[in-house]
């Protein structure tokens, strides 16, 4: 018996035998409860420790990341195969590093991690473009480095026609690559109001006021492009639109910038343009994007026609409602009875459905993805060829055989969509006042954590505590099959360049043509073993998460 044990058990001699031994178990149970908390947490520390060490060290280039790399790191990619001195701004690559970097900060309030985080937003700012904005990715060798990346892996990404154009100094809103970097940039001035980090946090949110149209909405790139072209057209598409709204609402709440009437006014255009943008019954959905002056809907990449958008129309629907939690205002939801009226009143039959190739998913409706704004009639997405130099695209009425990467079809529970209506309605003006930002008189703060944890190292599988940390290698990383790659770039053969004119159908629905598209598929036969940066951002927000659960 311990020291300890003999003090307490003599100096209660008077206390009966059977219930002094129940007391010391409980004071025993107690301690190694304790000791196993301590020992327990001490271990999650160090692996996390050990991780982000070596994910630093190893596989970022000061502070810059891209998505996925092989364990040697000859080959990497973003959205697409990457070069060493590139880092990825959209999403896992040096954005999504930097908030994870942040969030184990915030967890643990150990200045490693800050200074981690630290130089993820110094890469991002080295990579700040003149408008205050950013391209897809950022590098560090210069525009010949990125204009012989744009002639070779982008121009001949098939799928991939945002890639393929050399925009300069144009910043894109496309797949939030302004919103999230604009705001990890927010995220790590606001924890010491650094003032390095000041200066570029405003030259982002000038671009966002800056770029909005008249009506309100953005484009999907800035400055404009003098060509024209569908990134000039009023976006919706990705969130382009909602995310500038939701970050300027973010930099109000936290008093970045003064609260004056233009500053509501912007909101308010960008919120109000959206309710303009429903087209009229009986097609009473959204496009993805529109002519910023006449407001009609407009086409965009090939395989993106002029049409009412079902999947987008779903998004929308909940846009709509949050926009009334936003404001109180009920105009937000009037036209959300009529969209879901729209989507139920095109669900396909089972035959169609099965000759689409698809499979009902429970009670969801299944419906086509386009409709023409006009006429009603239904638009599928075709290609013939097998790259970038002899495929296109084409829309018409035939439901079978479309394209893989982008589905042609939607799906929706309409129960679901009418409970979730009514439960947005159903929020009284005064728990809105009590919880928008909008009405929000003192500093409202951003999330402690940004970063969401998945099944862990292995997939689906939901892996213990235990297993994450002895899932590490000895070079403190962890190891996971990648989820794509890529043809290794080699020329289009001159005698094929310019013959868009192939009945060729072998690539009808896959992600990727021949040898020659630089497009990333998956290979789920034989997976290749590397590191991903969404594999260490979801294992290091489980980790969070248990510290999280021990306070």
Not at 132 to 141: D, V
Not at 216 to 236: A, I, M, S
Not at 300 to 322: C, D, K, L
Not at 450 to 459: E, H, I, T, V
Request: charged share 20%; glycine share 8%; aromatic share 10%.
């Amino acid at each position: 018996m311990s020291n300890f044990f003999r003090i307490f058990a003599k100096s209660n001699q008077k206390i009966p035998k059977i219930i002094m031994k129940k007391i010391i178990i409980i004071l025993s149970l107690t301690l190694f409860a304790i000791s196993s908390y301590a020992q327990t947490r001490n271990e999650v520390l160090a692996a996390m420790k050990r991780a982000a060490t070596a994910i630093d060290q190893k596989i970022g280039e000061n502070g810059a990341y891209v998505w996925h790399y092989l364990p040697d790191k000859s080959r990497r990619w973003g959205e697409l195969e990457a070069y060493p001195t590139m880092g990825w701004v959209e999403g896992n690559g040096t954005v999504g590093m930097g908030n994870v970097f942040l969030d184990l900060y915030n967890a643990t309030n150990d200045e490693f991690y800050y200074n981690l985080a630290e130089k993820s937003a110094k890469s991002l700012i080295d990579g700040q473009l003149e408008s205050g904005g950013w391209n897809y990715f950022t590098n560090t060798a210069g525009a010949g480095s990125t204009a012989r990346w744009y002639n070779t892996i982008g121009k001949q990404a098939w799928r991939m026609e945002e890639m393929m154009t050399n925009y300069g100094q144009s910043g894109t809103f496309d797949d939030y690559v302004h919103g999230r970097a604009a705001e990890l940039l927010l995220r790590i001035y606001l924890i010491k109001r650094d003032e390095q980090f000041r200066g570029p946090l405003q030259k982002a949110i000038d671009m966002v006021l800056e770029s909005q149209y008249p009506a309100g909405g953005w484009p999907e790139r800035w400055p404009l492009d003098p060509k024209g072209g569908y990134t000039v057209h009023l976006t919706l598409n990705d969130d382009v639109s909602l995310t500038n709204i939701l970050f300027l609402i973010k930099c109000l709440q936290t008093h970045v910038i003064e609260d004056t009437p233009e500053l509501r006014n912007a909101i308010a255009r960008g919120m109000n343009v959206m309710i303009i943008l429903q087209n009229g019954q009986p097609a009473a959905g959204w496009s993805r994007q529109y002519d910023a002056v006449t407001l009609k809907p407009s086409p965009a990449r090939s395989y993106e026609p002029i049409a009412i958008n079902t999947s987008h129309t779903i998004e929308m629907i909940g846009v709509m409602q949050n926009f009334y939690h936003l404001t109180g205002e009920t105009k937000f939801l009037n036209g959300i009875p009529a969209a879901i009226d729209f989507l139920e009143s095109i669900a396909l039959s089972d035959e169609d459905i099965a000759r689409a190739g698809r499979n009902r998913s429970g009670t969801n409706i299944v419906f086509p993805r386009n409709i023409d704004p006009v006429t009603g009639i239904p638009m599928y997405t075709h290609r013939r060829g097998s790259n970038i130099a002899t495929g296109f695209y084409f829309h018409n009425d035939e439901i079978a055989g479309t394209i893989g990467h982008m589905s042609s079809f939607g799906s929706a529970n309409i129960a679901r969509l009418r409970e979730q209506y009514e439960a947005a309605k159903a929020v009284t003006l005064e728990e809105i006042h009590n919880t928008s930002p909008l009405f929000a008189k003192e500093f409202v703060p951003l999330p402690r954590f940004y970063s969401r944890a998945g099944g862990g190292r292995f997939g689906g599988t939901q892996t213990t505590i235990r297993e994450l940390i002895t899932s590490l290698n000895s070079d403190g990383l962890w190891l996971t099959p990648l989820p794509s790659t890529s043809n290794v770039f080699k020329p289009i053969p001159a005698n094929s360049l310019n013959q868009k004119n192939s009945n060729d159908t072998r690539f009808v629905s896959t992600n990727v043509g021949d040898e020659y598209d630089t497009s990333t598929f998956s290979d789920p036969t034989s997976p290749t073993m590397g590191i991903t940066s969404a594999v260490f951002i979801s294992n290091m927000a489980r980790l969070i998460e248990y510290l999280e659960g021990l306070k």
